[in-house]
């Protein structure tokens, strides 16, 4: 097919599988532009068998890179679009950043981009109700079950890894800090933090990019946001909107998410 094409990528432990992103895949499907949706999973989400002993994290562009030359070896007169969610959006603002002028996808979309990670690795630190029973528990089971999941794969003894320390972890920092830093080959959580960071790659986007976040965000927080990054870069527009947390963005009865028919026009309009 010739059809244009939208690769969707999620959060942290997310996959294919969450509702936002079927929702998304759905509406984008049966959307006038009649577009036709890949779903990026992470390394070892989604039940997907792991085949490599290095996890992905939040500055890790190699997968998507691959997945983008894949999709447009296979197609090459589509149109190609992204859509990121959370430290999807990270990856794939980071992504665009890198690929600068050689970018070949025609528009971006990223809904709560975290954009400096050391600001969001703050605010998921945090003791409060959202982080201890809800978010982090949530995001550590999952990361924990891949992790367990890849135990047979030989792990690289240079990497250093404390595993008595990984098996314990009940923050992600500390996996950031044993896994991340270490395989990544960062000096500390900080330089880990800064590299994986898309706000210094944000300068070099040279393609149509919205992002899409909120005011109310306690994963992502707007003070995290490069405000002035939007208003220098005319290729740049942010919606910042007062509600909608992290990934709601729900409204009406029965409620519904909001943020697909904005993306779905904002797409259509620019490759058409």
């Known amino acids: ?82 859509i990121g969610f959370s430290m999807g959006a990270n990856i794939l603002t980071k992504y665009i950043g890198e690929e600068a ?30 982080n201890n029973y809800v978010f982090q528990p949530a995001v550590m089971s999952t990361l924990m079950r891949a992790i367990k999941r890849a135990q047979h794969m030989p792990v690289d003894p240079t990497w250093n890894i404390d595993h008595e320390r990984v098996r314990n972890a009940k923050r992600l920092w500390e996996l950031e800090e044993e896994l991340m ?30 992002a899409i976040n909120t005011l109310d965000d306690r994963i992502t927080p707007p003070h995290g946001i490069p405000m002035a990054k939007f208003t220098e870069n005319p290729k740049m527009a942010l919606a910042l909107v007062p509600h909608g947390g992290h990934l709601g963005f729900l409204t009406g009865l029965p409620p519904k998410i909001w943020f697909i028919k904005p993306i779905d026009e904002f797409i259509s309009s620019i490759i058409n």
């Open 1 to 82: 097919g010739r059809g244009p094409i939208v690769l969707v990528m999620s959060g942290v432990g997310g996959s294919s599988q969450e509702h936002h992103m079927r929702a998304l895949a759905k509406s984008l499907a049966e959307s006038s532009s009649a577009f036709r949706v890949v779903v990026v999973n992470h390394r070892g989400t989604a039940k997907t068998p792991i085949t490599a002993a290095r996890p992905y994290d939040s500055g890790f562009t190699q997968d998507f890179r691959s997945a983008v030359a894949h999709v447009r070896r296979k197609n090459p007169a589509s149109k190609l679009s992204a």
């Open 101 to 130: 002028s050689q970018c070949i996808l025609a528009c971006a979309v990223c809904v709560c981009c975290p954009f400096d990670i050391s600001v969001s690795g703050a605010a998921m630190s945090e003791s409060n109700l959202l």
């Open 181 to 210: 830093v270490k395989i990544g080959g960062y000096r500390d959580l900080n330089d880990y933090y800064v590299n994986a960071s898309c706000v210094n790659y944000v300068d070099n986007i040279h393609i149509p990019y919205l």
